[in-house]
């Protein structure tokens, strides 16, 4: 019974801890209040580029493997690897883009904003260094209508580099019988600082096994839907922009419905 009674003040004396009170964090307990977010933000660029440098894509696989004698690291490829500066929370993050295929839409459209609808699909593991961490831990092989404004800041950026591709149609034009076939699209690898993808900045990422872990996503382009307007008003939610910093999700001009952004106001 002693040892009961023991166990259950240890329990009691953990929860105490856990959410016991203070100026800073009002009642909550914060497991990553210690993190430096920009000494992280270097981190994970150094861990990229060190797993960059040690890895190269292999065409014929379709794959990052192991770097080996005789073919060009993922690092040195800069024909296909771009890298791009991007502030989040004010804290500047490096994301690498590897192009595989640009996409060639048919009809023409353009790059997707960070407001665009997109029908993708997409395979993603975890790497630190020159090691992947996992093997996929969410894929999709069929195809998925996803809106750039919802998602980690890694895609929202990312996507924005490559082009869609064209329905595949029957001889006559028509709609295939069958799965939906796209050619021509665009494809690539992004590699995401944890920053841009589950940071522990965002209270809701506490539990994810992912939080502040470097993300490589293989991705493909299917589709786009060109100036999506998501509240159905005429204007393309990325010109719902009224601060125009580029981000229309911050944006909020009816003082009489102050938490709607405009974007999703069509009284705006």
């Not at 839409?105 to 593991?125: C, E, L, R």
Request: glycine share 8%.
């Amino acid at each position: 019974m002693n040892k009961i009674k023991n166990i259950f003040f240890l329990l009691l004396l953990g929860v105490v801890v856990m959410y016991s009170c203070d100026d800073d964090n009002n009642g909550f307990f914060n497991p990553f209040a210690d993190i430096n977010y920009e000494e992280l933000a270097i981190k994970d660029n150094d861990s990229i580029v060190k797993f960059l440098k040690n890895n190269y894509y292999d065409t014929d696989l379709d794959s990052v493997k192991t770097l080996v004698s005789g073919k060009t690291s993922l690092f040195e490829d800069t024909d296909k690897l771009k890298s791009y500066k991007v502030t989040e929370n004010d804290i500047e993050h490096t994301l690498y883009v590897y192009t595989i295929e640009q996409g060639q839409p048919s009809p023409v459209k353009g790059n997707p904003t960070v407001m665009d609808s997109i029908y993708v699909k997409y395979s993603g593991q975890a790497f630190a260094n020159t090691e992947l961490l996992t093997s996929n831990f969410d894929r999709n092989d069929t195809g998925a209508w996803l809106t750039l404004n919802a998602v980690i800041d890694g895609w929202k950026y990312g996507f924005t580099n490559f082009l869609g591709g064209e329905l595949k149609k029957d001889s006559n034009g028509g709609t295939l019988n069958g799965p939906i076939t796209y050619l021509n699209t665009g494809k690539g690898i992004l590699f995401i600082p944890s920053g841009l993808a589950y940071s522990s900045i965002d209270t809701n990422n506490y539990t994810s096994s992912l939080v502040d872990t470097n993300l490589m996503f293989y991705i493909e382009l299917l589709d786009i839907v060109e100036d999506t307007d998501h509240d159905n008003d005429g204007i393309p939610s990325i010109d719902e922009d009224a601060d125009g910093d580029g981000d229309p999700t911050n944006d909020f001009s009816d003082n009489s419905n102050p938490a709607l952004p405009d974007y999703l106001n069509p009284n705006v």
